[in-house]
């Protein structure tokens, strides 16, 4: 029976199973509370996890969550290696989604395409010389 999908992308969500768990209930750093795990990425060989999260509610917190994830990686990559069905678990390395902020300045930039303009009447409506 072939598998939908390969050993990598399961190992994937199984990262970020375990890590939302974590991050969620077990992680003591307050600035790390709003934080959420959007996506997990491993390398071929699964020696490299590239973790993307994402802030909530606070503007201006993703820097401060770097440092926080930095800090807390030996005992994420610890909770890793007592839940994952792997050998050697993968270095992880996190960075900040841009997904939902890019997606926020896009539906404002839309919003205002779509606004009519305020400005002077255009003199070509007013104007019925034309006829």
């Not at 003591?28 to 709003?34: E, H, M, T, V």
């Not at 990686?73 to 290696?81: D, E, I, P, S, Y």
């Not at 839940?83 to 270095?91: A, F």
């Not at 841009?98 to 930039?109: F, G, P, Q, W, Y």
């Amino acid at each position: 029976m072939a598998r939908d999908f390969p050993r990598s992308r399961r190992i994937e969500d199984q990262i970020q199973r375990i890590l939302s768990d974590v991050v969620r209930g077990e992680v003591r750093d307050p600035r790390l509370a709003n934080a959420i795990i959007t996506a997990v990425r491993v390398s071929k060989d699964l020696s490299v996890a590239w973790v993307y999260y994402t802030v909530l509610k606070v503007e201006g917190e993703a820097e401060s969550l770097d440092d926080a994830f930095e800090r807390a990686t030996g005992f994420l990559r610890n909770r890793l290696a007592r839940d994952l069905t792997v050998r050697r678990v993968p270095e992880l390395r996190f960075e900040l989604d841009e997904t939902v902020s890019n997606a926020r300045t896009m539906d404002r930039l839309i919003d205002a395409a779509n606004e009519p303009e305020h400005g002077p009447d255009d003199p070509d409506d007013d104007n019925p010389q034309d006829e």
